[in-house]
C-alpha cells in the first residue's frame, strides 16, 4: 500500500530533550513537509523540502531542523530550543503539478507532549 | 503577508441541512486553492481549484473558486454526521509547492 508513515503516534518527551519524529513515504513524490498543528491554529508550515538534499525554512522553523538524506525520509528534530513543542505534528509529501500545483498527501500525525 | 481567512471558524447544524464554509485569500502570484477534510488525524484531500467559475463535485460536497473576489465556498447539501470535521482551506502560488492554509472551520453535525 502507498503512503506515508509518521512514528510514534504518541510521543512524551521532558522539557530540555531532543526528539526525532519520523517521516517516511513510499509515494515517489519529490517534496516533503512538516507542519504543525495546535487548537483553533490551522496548520503552519515547519520546513519543507523538494528535492533530496535540499530543504527550506518554513513559517515557524526556530527550534527544529530537518533532513532528507533519502526521497522516502524526512525526519523533524525539535530541540529543546523549541518555546513550546506540545503541538500535533503532521508530515505531508507531494509531487510537482503540471498544472495549478498539487495536492498534498498527509500522514496520520504524532501528537508530541513534552513535560 | 499571504493570508487565508475561513469562516465560520464553527458552525453546528443538524442532519439534512445544507452548509457553506468560507474562504478567503490574499496571496501573491496565486496558483490554485484546495480544500481537506480532517476528522481526527490525516487531512484528507477534497478539491483542488484553479479556474474561476467552475464547479467542482462530489458527492453532497461541491465548491466553486471566484477569482475576482479571492474567495472560494464549500457547500455540502444533506448533511449527516459522517460531515462532522475540521474543513481546512488552502493555497498555492506560482514558483512553489508551499501550501498556506487557513485556521479551518469545525463543523459538527448533529443527528
Known amino acids: 500500500d502507498g503512503g506515508i508513515t509518521q512514528s510514534p503516534k504518541y510521543l512524551f518527551r521532558k522539557e530540555g530533550q531532543n526528539v526525532t519524529l519520523s517521516c517516511e513515504q513510499n509515494l515517489n513524490h519529490d517534496a516533503m513537509y512538516w507542519y504543525r498543528q495546535d487548537p483553533g491554529q490551522g496548520l503552519r508550515l515547519i520546513y519543507y523540502s523538494q528535492i533530496v538534499n535540499d530543504f527550506q525554512k518554513g513559517d515557524i522553523a526556530e527550534g527544529y531542523s530537518v533532513s532528507r538524506e533519502k526521497k522516502e525520509s524526512f525526519p523533524l528534530t525539535v530541540t529543546s530550543a523549541q518555546k513550546n513543542p506540545t503541538a500535533f505534528y503532521l508530515c505531508a509529501s507531494s509531487t510537482p503539478g503540471t498544472r495549478g500545483g498539487s495536492e498534498q498527501y498527509f500522514g496520520p500525525g504524532t501528537r508530541l507532549t513534552v513535560t | 503577508e499571504d493570508k487565508v481567512v475561513q469562516s465560520p471558524l464553527s458552525l453546528v447544524v443538524h442532519e439534512g441541512d445544507t452548509v457553506t464554509l468560507n474562504c478567503s485569500y490574499e496571496?501573491?502570484?496565486?496558483?490554485?486553492l484546495l480544500w481537506y477534510k480532517q476528522e481526527k488525524k490525516a487531512p484528507t484531500f477534497l478539491f483542488m481549484l484553479t479556474s474561476s467559475g467552475i464547479e467542482k463535485k462530489s458527492g453532497r460536497l461541491s465548491s466553486i473558486l471566484d477569482k475576482k473576489e479571492l474567495s472560494s465556498i464549500l457547500n455540502i447539501t444533506a448533511t449527516q454526521t459522517g460531515d462532522s470535521a475540521i474543513y481546512l482551506c488552502a493555497t498555492t502560488q506560482g514558483g512553489s509547492e508551499k501550501l498556506v492554509f487557513g485556521k479551518g472551520t469545525k463543523l459538527t453535525v448533529n443527528p
Open positions: 496571496v501573491t502570484n496565486f496558483r490554485s
